[in-house]
């Protein structure tokens, strides 16, 4: 790891510093998260219909249902999810 790389500015906002970079190109966090969300397809709940709201947690995008609260994940996210709870030494990962 380079730890002397040099700050520039997102491509997409042209207003973060970031040394971080996301299909090549210098991404600040929060640009990199509204570009995986606009991403994803817009889905349905099984339950009752409603059009499922798109969360960021931990960079792990999971769909939440604004009128039952269910959540539903992608093919994935539970090992995603799982990891994420190791790395902050969390037993989560015992329990699913």
């Not at 970079?21 to 640009?31: A, D, I, K, L």
């Not at 604004?66 to 329990?95: R, T, V, Y």
Request: with cysteine; proline share 6%.
């Amino acid at each position: 790891m380079n730890w002397f790389k040099k700050n520039n500015t997102c491509t997409h906002c042209n207003k973060n510093k970031t040394k971080r970079e996301f299909e090549g190109q210098p991404t600040c966090p929060e640009c990199k998260k509204k570009i995986l969300i606009a991403r994803e397809p817009n889905r349905i709940c099984p339950v009752d219909g409603e059009i499922l709201l798109k969360e960021n947690p931990h960079e792990i995008i999971i769909d939440r249902c604004p009128k039952c609260k269910g959540i539903w994940l992608d093919a994935g996210e539970i090992e995603a999810i799982k990891e994420a709870a190791q790395s902050e030494g969390l037993a989560i990962g015992m329990i699913l």
